[in-house]
């Protein structure tokens, strides 16, 4: 049974700062790339970083630069470094793990989600 745990959501000020955690279970965690997404109230969910099997790491334009995507594939566990947090980074954050394989068929996993609330 495949399942990402994130933690690390909480309340903080405009400015502030969190580390989101995720660790999976039930994949080889290693071969899969990992992503953070987001959702906001009303809002279509969103990419907001990356990173790959090689550690290659792609972010949202409205992320770059306050956010940083790392990985320990020791402990199976991926994580969103968010600084200089800002009121619309207000959302519900998701881990995601995905592969695509040989034949095209994508494997995708997603984790329950936490809150990251922004007060302004």
């Known amino acids: 049974q495949v399942q990402l745990v994130e933690s690390g959501g909480g309340l903080v000020q405009d400015g502030g700062a969190l580390r989101l955690s995720c660790v999976a279970s039930?994949?080889?965690?290693?071969?899969?790339?990992m992503a953070w997404y987001r959702q906001a109230p009303g809002k279509q969910r969103e990419l907001v970083a990356a990173?790959?099997?090689?550690?290659?790491?792609n972010y949202a334009d409205s992320v770059r630069g306050r956010f940083t995507i790392s990985r320990d594939n020791a402990k199976n566990t991926v994580y969103l470094q968010m600084n200089s947090l800002k009121y619309e980074d207000t959302a519900a954050y998701y881990c995601?793990?995905?592969?695509?394989?040989?034949?095209?068929?994508?494997?995708?996993?997603w984790g329950q989600g936490t809150q990251v609330t922004v007060s302004s």
């Open positions: 995601n793990a995905n592969r695509r394989v040989w034949d095209g068929t994508m494997y995708d996993y």
């Open positions: 039930g994949i080889s965690f290693k071969i899969h790339v």
């Open positions: 990173i790959t099997t090689g550690e290659s790491t």
